[in-house]
């Protein structure tokens, strides 16, 4: 924009108001007034340029013709010309220029100017070709690690549901790249990613598609990165006419404070910006306030007023406008609250100033010590001197920032974050919420204030931007088909996992001894259960065995007392004293189910079980086939009397229950039964139990005391109707009706229930069975020894039996 040139005497009071005979805009006004601070600066140091005075130049010349089609090609906006991006100067000594802050435009007058060039925009690297364009500088430090910041800043706040709005062009490519790979390693998802081209006539095409991604989206927060001044800032503004309200992301070029006469309290809105951490100039709000309107051109105040029309910020009467001017620079930044502190640029073109005046200045002491001025008053005929100088120039500017134009590319710079609202009545708030330090130790980088306030109310509560509602501790996230990663489904975690973190890919399951709560939130330590003998189910089950058993020895103390009454020798009473005492231990082994198991019990209930019910069905089987003998044989030969008389029938039991004792010790030989703990029974219990081992030894087992019974039952049921007052048989067949009974209603049961109710079924399936034997056997004949004894004398019957 500018090219700076040092002469040996003082500068006119009026050059400036001589040389600026046009309007300058209004968005580069901050650069004139730079420009004029900087320059009056310098020349009123003495230790810097001594007798030498510094003044910029924007004059025409030859090189117009050639550079104003570029402007026509790059900068024309609107059907009218803005203030050219060059400014020509023709004295024979090598002046620098100033360039900025647009990329295009500065690349176009560099690859055209062989004169020295500084940059003063954010940091171009098209600009940084060493070898085509060794006389260009730059002044910026390159944005480095500005995607991390932004994307440090979207992780703090949670913000995973992005758009993104670039310019097409090599410098939005670059950060797309640069931002698409920091938000892939941090989780976060651009919603949309608009290139807006260049080029006016290709953008209004599309322009309509443009308005609607953005407005139809579920991203609250934007990020824009791209130049003023272009079809991208067309599109910023379309969209702020259209409503979009969303929070924007961006750099301090975009720190634009517009004059609204609306303000919505229930939409969160306004821009984030990330500006390079510069050091303040106080002497600058100063200069301006007290600029000398003799010296600098009052000509600006017209270019003032010129904007102040066409954004309506007063009235359009022209007669009114004819009246308006301004004394000074300070009454128009409190009535438009134009921002005191230097811009991004604005800085850097400060800095770029020091930077041609410490060239210069180096320049001449160096050719004061090698004796080599040629002309006493023309200094700088060697661009190429120059410029090999500005490259390695290292100083400290007026506010004390280290300045190093060798490194600017490599540099760790540090970030300023500001939040701007835009308020009523055209007022804006711009506000520090935190910085951003590269350099700092991972995590460590993102400093962002507790106290932030995001709307009018001083509300603290972080605005949205996601896909998906975050799934809450208690569920996991299933993502969809083909979609980003950032959109999913929560759903609630299964049985016995937990989650107790938010958005949770997988659930953890709880450990073995514990079990999730019914939020699935945490884990709970589980309790032990058992049958215990405390349980009420525990206590009478237990008393029900006694009873029984005690019962049982009744009855044998009954028949021993009595064993020589008919009904006590009818039918073997040797069988039926071996039929009471295994009913008594049938009884007693139910009480191995009850309490606390471990392995010893754990065997012994299977193996007692089956051992026990195996010789009270042979016995029954035993008296069965003894009562088809005496009376279903009704001419019995020699051979049948003798194995009637001499108890064959009572090797039924030995054999019966051998067999089972071989079937038992081959079940605890291949797979004996086992402590067992069942978390699945019983909700936020662990359920002690004794595991069967082999589930086919069980029911082989099962199935044959199933077969002995059902032999029983159908020799007693032929031998039913059998004429004699003593038979037994009804009382056998029914025994055996209810046995089966029990056992073929135990099976179902016992296979659909689990946990504790299993072994209650079991044990009452021990209790119910034996005491059917007991009742249907013993109790007719109990009745007729204790309350008939007249029926049990009848000489009929007397010497019947002698055995």
Not at 3 to 30: H, Q, T
Not at 687 to 710: E, P, R, T
Request: hydrophobic fraction near 40%; charge should be neutral.
């Amino acid at each position: 924009h500018f090219y700076l040139g040092a002469v040996d005497k003082p500068i006119e009071d009026n050059f400036y108001n001589s040389l600026l005979k046009f309007r300058i805009a209004a968005s580069e006004y901050e650069f004139l007034l730079v420009m004029f601070f900087a320059t009056d600066e310098i020349n009123k140091n003495p230790y810097l340029l001594p007798n030498i005075t510094l003044m910029f130049s924007i004059i025409g010349g030859n090189c117009h013709d050639l550079l104003r089609g570029l402007d026509q090609a790059y900068t024309q906006i609107n059907g009218h010309m803005n203030f050219v991006n060059y400014f020509c100067y023709l004295d024979d000594s090598c002046a620098i220029g100033l360039t900025g802050p647009s990329w295009k435009t500065s690349l176009n007058l560099a690859m055209h100017s062989s004169m020295p060039l500084v940059f003063f925009g954010s940091f171009n690297p098209n600009l940084h070709d060493h070898d085509r364009l060794h006389h260009v500088h730059q002044v910026a430090t390159k944005d480095t690690h500005l995607s991390h910041g932004i994307v440090s800043l979207m992780f703090h706040f949670r913000w995973t549901w992005i758009g993104l709005v670039i310019s097409d062009d090599d410098k939005g490519i670059q950060f797309l790249s640069d931002l698409r790979e920091e938000s892939q390693r941090h989780g976060i998802c651009l919603a949309f990613v608009n290139m807006i081209p260049e080029n006016m006539q290709i953008y209004m095409t599309r322009a309509t598609i443009y308005d609607k991604q953005i407005m139809t989206s579920l991203a609250k927060v934007v990020i824009i990165y791209g130049e003023m001044n272009s079809t991208l800032e067309v599109s910023f503004r379309r969209w702020e006419n259209l409503g979009a309200r969303r929070i924007w992301i961006t750099t301090s070029q975009w720190d634009v404070i517009t004059n609204k006469k609306e303000f919505t309290l229930n939409l969160f809105h306004g821009t984030i910006t990330f500006a390079h951490r510069r050091f303040e100039i106080p002497k600058f709000k100063k200069f301006m306030q007290t600029m000398n309107t003799a010296k600098y051109p009052v000509d600006i105040s017209h270019t003032i007023l010129e904007w102040n029309y066409f954004n309506c910020s007063i009235s359009k009467n022209s007669s009114k406008m004819d009246h308006i001017t301004f004394n000074n620079t300070l009454e128009w930044t409190a009535l438009h609250n134009y921002d005191m502190v230097m811009s991004d640029e604005g800085y850097n073109l400060y800095n770029a100033v020091y930077a041609v005046a410490h060239t210069y200045h180096e320049h001449i002491f160096q050719q004061v010590e090698s004796q080599k001025k040629a002309k006493p008053k023309r200094f700088f005929t060697v661009c190429q001197q120059v410029s090999s100088l500005m490259k390695t120039r290292v100083f400290t500017n007026p506010v004390g920032e280290l300045v190093n134009m060798k490194h600017r590319e490599n540099q760790c710079t540090e970030y300023d974050i500001f939040l701007i609202w835009n308020f009523p009545q055209g007022l804006g708030l711009k506000v520090k919420i935190g910085s951003y330090l590269p350099c700092f130790p991972q995590r460590q980088e993102l400093h962002i204030s507790d106290d932030l306030e995001w709307a009018m109310g001083g509300t603290s509560v972080v605005p949205s931007s996601v896909c998906s509602v975050a799934c809450t501790a208690g569920f996991r996230k299933i993502h969809q088909k083909e979609t980003a990663d950032c959109c999913f489904d929560c759903v609630q975690c299964p049985e016995n996992e937990v989650s107790n973190e938010t958005d949770m890919e997988q659930c953890v399951k709880c450990p073995y001894d514990k079990y999730a709560n019914i939020e699935k939130t945490h884990c709970l330590s589980r309790a032990v259960s058992f049958l215990a003998y405390e349980d009420p189910l525990g206590i009478a089950l237990g008393c029900i065995a006694l009873s029984f058993s005690a019962i049982t020895i009744l009855v044998l103390i009954t028949f021993l007392k009595y064993k020589d009454t008919p009904i006590v020798k009818a039918n073997n009473r040797i069988l039926s004293y071996i039929l009471l005492i295994s009913l008594v231990f049938c009884f007693l082994c139910s009480l191995l189910f009850i309490g606390h198991p471990n392995q010893v019990s754990c065997v012994l209930q299977q193996t007692t079980f089956g051992v026990f019910f195996t010789v009270s069905v042979s016995t029954v089987l035993a008296k069965t086939i003894t009562v088809v003998m005496a009376f279903k044989l009704t001419t019995p030969g020699r051979r049948m009397r003798e194995m009637l008389v001499t108890g064959a029938p009572k090797l039924v039991i030995p054999i019966c229950t051998l067999i089972q004792f071989v079937l038992c010790g081959i079940w605890l030989i291949t797979s004996p039964p086992f402590i067992d703990r069942d978390i699945q029974s019983e909700h936020g219990k662990i359920v002690i139990l004794c595991n069967k081992g082999s589930v086919i030894a069980f029911h082989v087992v099962l199935g044959y005391l199933g077969s002995l019974a059902l032999g029983s039952f159908t020799l007693a049921f032929l031998a039913r109707n059998l004429p004699d007052t003593f038979n037994e048989a009804k009382f056998l067949t029914f025994s055996m009706l209810v046995f089966c009974s029990v056992w073929i209603t135990f099976l179902p049961v016992y296979h659909s229930t689990r946990g504790k109710v299993m072994v209650v079924v079991e044990v009452f399936s021990i209790l119910a069975s034996s005491a059917g034997l007991l009742m249907c056997i013993f109790v007719p004949k109990c009745y007729v020894i204790l309350v008939r004894p007249d029926s049990n004398f009848i000489r009929k019957y007397k010497d019947k039996f002698r055995y």
